[in-house]
């Protein structure tokens, strides 16, 4: 198996006239943690978006280049999108559970995916819950709405609903930015436990997020992709001195 | 743009720039004292080693301060924590020419063993280490800082000499000049110690500056040839 889980080429985006992604080129390595670093309107959301084709959804988006999944090019128009968004899940910035019970939430997911065996449906439920460290807190009031839960709870939550596909991509999206300290640490630390079994790519704001949690990190800078390499080597020795301004807080 | 913390890291490397010129002047003094048995002098480092002392506590309080409310990143990180390191040897240098200064006090009643040939040229090239240490810092030159590193050879060959000399000519010949020559052997030892500091802080601006890590690594220095 390579080392490589998604490989990026060339690639450059543009909504209508106005060019976010130039020339990119990226290789994400499996069973790792990722951060995407940079100013607001950078293109990092962007560049996060195209691993599972989200872009797809904006009106007068046009893509070239290529972006390479286990090998497979995800841009080909032939491309199965709902089984491309299975194996690559996404985490949004605000917690999006929907109006459903706690266990309903999850259970959707699979019931979409045809599956309709209540045990298996059950099995999975508990898993997922245990997966993110919530069986625990929550196996007592399943069909409790989901909405009665604290933003953190509900974030986790969202991770499990992700979970539940069996993705073995999971993008996320500024995960955090809504959560008080004490949340983010319990999610950033959920991440750790996760990345064995994953490969995550997470696009954040917070500087300290990405030190802490990433194992690689890139610094996006107006569509462009500045630096990439060992958050490590960023974080105390960055090689762009455009890098060097952000992270040290200079300019962004 | 100008940073709140940059004025931070300013007041940081002049409160450094002040400590090293007073271990500058500690060492000078101390040598000073040797060559002209000069008791007050060698006593005035004695008592001065506390403002050193005290500005390494305010040096290091200043440094934790900033690393725990600025999370400092990249070359500022690099910084704060070299700038740490660096006042822990400049206090060791102080605390060696407290003990040179010592070592002065002990030999004031007694006749010189012999004339001071080789402590002298141990003790300015250990001046200069120190010195060429500190400007590298003052000035972020580390082809400075890298010749000091690779001065300790010499450093070692004069210490081997002036220890061979004090031993076998004199001590074990007569060793009625034990007394004289034992706080000769220590002022070598003392003196090959302050140059030790001086190379781990010139390693350590090779770090801050480059993030080069040259410490245990003696061919990357001889590598060492970037323009910085």
């Known amino acids: ?252 | 743009m100008e940073r709140f913390f940059d004025k931070e890291l300013e007041q940081l490397y002049r409160k450094l720039k002040d400590m090293a010129e007073l271990v500058k002047n500690s060492i000078q003094n101390s040598i000073d004292s040797l060559k002209s048995k000069d008791q007050k002098l060698a006593q005035k480092v004695i008592d001065e080693d506390r403002f050193i002392d005290e500005l390494e506590i305010s040096i290091d309080e200043a440094c934790l301060e900033l690393i725990a409310r600025r999370q400092p990143v990249a070359y500022d990180l690099r910084f704060i924590t070299m700038v740490m390191k660096i006042t822990t040897d400049l206090e060791r240098i102080a605390d060696l020419s407290v003990d040179i200064a010592q070592r002065v006090l002990e030999l004031l009643d007694k006749p010189l063993l012999k004339p001071l040939i080789d402590i002298p040229k141990l003790s300015e090239l250990a001046q200069r280490m120190v010195k060429s240490a500190i400007d590298s810092f003052i000035n972020q030159d580390t082809h400075l800082a890298k010749e000091v590193c690779l001065s300790d050879d010499e450093v070692d060959k004069l210490r081997d000499l002036i220890q061979d000399e004090l031993i076998y000519d004199y001590m074990v010949k007569d060793s009625s000049t034990v007394p004289r020559a034992i706080p000769l052997l220590l002022i070598a030892r003392h003196l090959e110690r302050i140059c030790d500091h001086a190379t781990n802080i010139a390693e350590d601006i090779i770090y801050m500056i480059q993030a080069k890590i040259v410490k245990h690594h003696r061919e990357k220095l001889e590598n060492n040839n970037d323009k910085k």
């Not at chain 1, 972006?67 to 999006?96: A, C, H, T, W, Y």
């Not at chain 1, 069996?166 to 930015?177: A, G, R």
């Not at chain 1, 390499?229 to 952000?246: A, C, L, Q, S, V």
């Open chain 1, 1 to 252: 198996m390579s080392q490589y889980k998604i490989n990026v080429t060339k690639l450059n985006l543009w909504y209508k006239d106005f060019q976010a992604l130039k020339d990119i080129n990226l290789s994400i390595k499996s069973n790792l943690i990722t951060a995407i670093i940079g100013p607001s309107g950078c293109g990092k959301s962007t560049l996060l978006r195209t691993f599972n084709r989200m872009n797809d959804l904006i009106e007068g988006v046009r893509i070239k280049g290529e972006v390479l999944i286990d090998g497979e090019n995800i841009l080909d128009s032939k491309i199965d999108l709902l089984s491309l968004r299975k194996k690559v899940g996404m985490v949004f910035q605000r917690p999006n559970p929907f109006a459903l019970s706690i266990f309903e939430n999850i259970a959707f997911s699979l019931r979409i995916q045809g599956i309709k065996d209540k045990k298996k449906i059950e099995t999975f439920v508990e898993k997922s819950l245990k997966s993110v460290f919530l069986w625990d807190e929550l196996k007592d009031k399943l069909k409790s709405s989901a909405l009665s839960l604290s933003l953190e709870q509900k974030q986790r939550l969202c991770i499990a609903r992700t979970l539940v596909t069996m993705p073995e991509v999971i993008l996320m999206d500024e995960p955090c930015s809504s959560l008080d300290p004490l949340a983010t640490l319990k999610i950033e630390e959920l991440l750790q436990y996760l990345k064995k079994d994953y490969t995550i790519v997470i696009v954040t704001h917070n500087m300290q997020q990405a030190s802490r949690v990433s194992d690689e990190t890139g610094f996006m800078l107006l569509g462009e992709l500045i630096e990439f390499g060992p958050t490590k080597e960023i974080f105390t020795n960055p090689k762009d001195k455009r890098t060097e301004d952000y992270i040290s807080g200079r300019f962004g």
